[in-house]
């Protein structure tokens, strides 16, 4: 599992690990880009210039799970965990600035999207044994556990998926349920399956009153409410908003049926403010759409997978940003016989379109971030000039291009795809897991 996860307090960010070792070295591109300045002066086309070099890069992951992966950058530290441990970076720098481990024989099996404050959540357990039995506060600013509370786990078909939120406050956490996947009903009572803890200290909030008959799979939190993803009744797949003060429920609202008893990844829970939620589109060309939730539950915007802007690439989550009411995405569109990629804007309180921008011919989008009012774009310029990558931003309103930089590097490093991307002051950061890859690789503009 690869979790798209970052500060969602910090001045520095709103919202959100594939590579072969070493770097290609920069390739001149004084006559491309004289070329580009000609015809640029003769058309008024926006040229493009400069390219990118390495600043640092973080030292090779040897090995590597699919689950307990995560990424955050919290001021000016980058954090990144996989199954075994946690390790902190200075962003400018690279430097290392701490590590932690999980005790004993403990993995980390999953962690939350999103850091609130400097604190993440992790749960923790042996995973042969009793399984995902731990939630802990981890402070990314001293690597340090504030606090930590049994968790009641489940069997090896439990899903990692948004098992732990924080937000507002609070931590969030589902426990298990055993009984799910064989009974008819959930096991685990609706008052104990949601619990909430204060962030900084541990000290228990509240229990939510779960529908009868559901069980929660997924959760979110957000400064002015919790949702999570509920399955009832073994066919019905609900989202519910709770209240962060003290576990109430305040609304819920049908996400149609599901098509098999146990957790299937059918569902993806975007953002919790506004609430919005991913259907389908999980796999490379699947029919999908993106849910949008107001404030009392009511349905405010529906964004298929595919329109008239084309193919939305959902099932890379790099290629998918909530921020500022606005759902930013990745997409694909075949004109006649050449392949066009495209960054979309979506309005999220009426579902529309705002802007469409252009990025790429015959290429392939690789990650986008969201940060400060512009969207940072890679993608992959193509066979025809040998895979290398090119930058270009955008502005979050418009649409309109502010920068493009032909890269001359394969950012991806050819291993699968970048699973994110951050922006800290002038450096562009790659964020890619898997084994024998390079967890953070940050470049600048030359």
Request: aromatic residues 6%.
């Amino acid at each position: 599992m690869a979790t798209r996860s970052t500060d969602d307090t910090g001045p520095q960010r709103d919202r959100r690990l594939s590579g072969r070792r070493g770097t290609r070295p920069l390739r001149p591109l004084l006559a491309a880009v004289t070329a580009l300045l000609v015809a640029g002066f003769a058309t008024g086309c926006f040229t493009p210039e400069g390219s990118l070099r390495v600043v640092w890069e973080a030292p090779v992951d040897s090995s590597a799970r699919d689950y307990g992966n995560g990424a955050w950058l919290v001021g000016d530290t980058l954090v990144r965990s996989r199954y075994d441990a946690v390790n902190a970076f200075d962003a400018g720098t690279g430097k290392g600035r701490w590590e932690y481990t999980p005790p004993a024989q403990e993995h980390i099996c999953a962690v939350s999207r999103r850091a609130a404050g400097s604190i993440v959540l992790i749960a923790r357990g042996s995973m042969a044994d009793a399984g995902c039995s731990t939630v802990a506060a981890l402070d990314l600013t001293t690597g340090h556990e504030r606090w930590h509370t049994p968790r009641a786990p489940g069997d090896l078909t439990e899903t990692f998926t948004d098992m732990v939120a924080a937000g507002g406050g609070i931590a969030v956490l589902r426990d298990a349920d055993d009984m799910w996947a064989l009974d008819t009903r959930p096991a685990v009572s609706g008052s104990k399956a949601l619990r909430a803890f204060d962030l900084r200290t541990g000290a228990p909030r509240w229990t939510a009153a779960v529908p009868e008959g559901c069980a929660p799979e997924q959760v979110a939190a957000g400064e002015r409410q919790v949702v999570a993803v509920l399955a009832c009744a073994r066919t019905e797949l609900r989202l519910a908003a709770f209240d962060p003060a003290d576990g109430r429920q305040r609304w819920t609202a049908p996400l149609g049926q599901r098509r098999t008893p146990v957790p299937d990844g059918q569902v993806t829970l975007r953002s919790a403010e506004p609430a919005v939620v991913q259907t389908g589109g999980t796999a490379e060309g699947q029919p999908g759409a993106f849910l949008a939730f107001g404030a009392e539950g009511q349905a405010t915007g529906r964004i298929e997978t595919t329109g008239a802007y084309g193919m939305v690439q959902a099932h890379t989550s790099s290629l998918v940003a909530v921020a500022d009411g606005r759902l930013y995405l990745g997409a694909e569109s075949r004109e006649r016989e050449a392949y066009r990629d495209r960054v979309v804007a979506f309005d999220l309180a009426s579902g529309s379109q705002v802007w469409l921008e252009d990025v790429a011919v015959a290429g392939g989008l690789r990650a986008l971030d969201v940060t400060g009012g512009r969207v940072t774009v890679i993608a992959d310029r193509g066979p025809r000039h040998d895979g290398l990558d090119e930058l270009r931003v955008l502005d979050a309103a418009t649409g309109d291009e502010k920068e493009s930089i032909e890269a001359g590097l394969d950012m991806d490093r050819a291993q699968g795809g970048l699973a994110d991307l951050f922006v800290y002051e002038k450096l562009v950061v790659a964020v890619r897991q898997g084994s024998g890859v390079l967890p953070f690789s940050a470049y600048a503009r030359e």
